[in-house]
Every structure is written in C-alpha cells, then in structure tokens.
C-alpha cells in the first residue's frame, strides 16, 4: 500500500522555466512533509519541509505547497538550473507510523 | 562534522550468500535508519533502530536483520541472497527517532549486487 505517490516517473524543463513536481499521499494523519533530492551515487539531501500547519513553504528557489484537503503537496523549482536535476522524492510523516514515508522518485532533468 | 559514512560502497555477492552492511551514524545521533532503493520502488523501509533497541521494522522478510551497538554504529544482515535484492542500501541517521524531527541524514549508501 504505497501512502506517498509520486505519479510522474520523469520531468523534463529548460534551464530558466519553473520545475513542478507532484506529490499525493492517503493518510490523513500526516502532518510534516518533506523533499529530498538524491544525485547519482549520493545519498539523499534534505531539501526542503512543511508543517500541516502552512500552506507554503519558501527557501529561496524552492518552494512547496501544500493542499490538506486534495492530500497533495507539490515542490516549485524557479528558475530551473541544469545542477537541479536529480531524483526527487517526497516524504510524509506523522500519524502511527513513526516513520519516514517515501514516495517512489521523480527524475528532473533540466536541459541547458 | 563528519556525515553518515557506510561500508563497502559496493559489493558482489551470488545467491545463497550473506552479506554485512555498516553504518557509522554522524556523532551524537542515535537514531539509524536503513532503507532499500530500487528503480520504480523509491525508498523502502527496512527497519530503525534507536538506543540499540529495533524500534521500528518495514515489511521486508526475515532474512533482513540488523543491530545497533552501544556506540550507535549499526550493521544490517541480509541472508540467503536472492536476485531482488540487488539494490542501493541507504542508512539514515537523526537525533531523535523518526517521527519525532522529521529530517534524516543519509549516507552514500551501499551497491549491492547479487548475480
């Protein structure tokens, strides 16, 4: 049962133009929500977070929203730079789980 | 400040094998947290551990294993090595357990490939 759903294996943007990557997920009882970025050979990086509490969260070109009610969040990349692409995964946490959960990826490749 | 360092980077093994992963967390962290990438399945879940104490496991068959030991370094065991388990192994380390801070720090992980 897959709680953090990342739809869109792949993203493809020019250098400059803004990078939209979704995410959804089913537990109501998250509350805290983050993006890391994974390189090839590297270990995830933690990107960026926000709490059930907001609706947005902004850290310089990254930005991420988040709908409660349509249980999606989405991380905004403007402008786009060819060192942003990388493997992007959301993760949700709260709820019984006590844990990290991970969605399955989302390639971004920003093409100069 | 030194990060979440795993040993070895890489690694071969056939089936039947076992094979041992480490994990030195960064200093002052007690929380360790093991997971397995593989194409199309993202992160998954193994188990973490806290205090020595396996606080929290994933769905994975018993042939996964881990420990932790006092200086909170932590080592994973998987037995009987099948094909599927030809994977990236990520170890996370944090302060506190998960679901108390949210953020994770990983390592580089370990390439493990069964033939």
């Known amino acids: 049962d897959q709680q953090v759903k990342q739809n869109s294996p792949s993203l493809s943007v020019q250098e400059g133009r803004i990078s939209i990557l979704n995410c959804d997920y089913t537990n109501s009882m998250f509350d805290y929500f983050l993006w890391y970025k994974k390189y090839p050979a590297e270990g995830p990086t933690f990107l960026i977070s926000i709490s059930s509490i907001k609706d947005k969260n902004e850290d310089g070109r990254f930005t991420v929203f988040l709908n409660k009610s349509a249980k999606h969040l989405s991380l905004h990349i403007v402008p786009s730079q060819p060192g942003d692409s990388a493997v992007y995964f959301c993760?949700?946490?709260?709820?019984?789980?006590?844990?990290?959960?991970f969605g399955t990826g989302t390639l971004l490749a920003v093409q100069p | 400040k030194a990060g979440v360092t795993q040993t070895p980077r890489y690694l071969i093994k056939t089936r039947g094998q076992q094979v041992t992963l480490s994990c030195s967390p960064i200093s002052g962290h007690r929380s360790v947290s093991w997971y397995q990438q593989t194409p199309g399945q993202g992160l998954q879940f193994l188990f973490e551990y806290f205090s020595e104490t396996q606080r929290n496991k994933g769905n994975f068959p018993g042939r996964f294993s881990g420990r932790q030991f006092s200086n909170s370094r932590s080592e994973m065991n998987v037995s009987t090595l099948e094909l599927g388990d030809s994977a990236l192994y990520l170890c996370?380390?944090?302060?506190?357990?998960?679901?108390?801070?949210?953020?994770?720090?990983f390592g580089e992980g370990s390439r493990l490939t069964v033939l």
């Open positions: 996370a380390s944090s302060l506190a357990p998960q679901g108390k801070t949210g953020e994770l720090f």
């Open positions: 993760a949700a946490d709260g709820g019984a789980t006590n844990k990290l959960i």
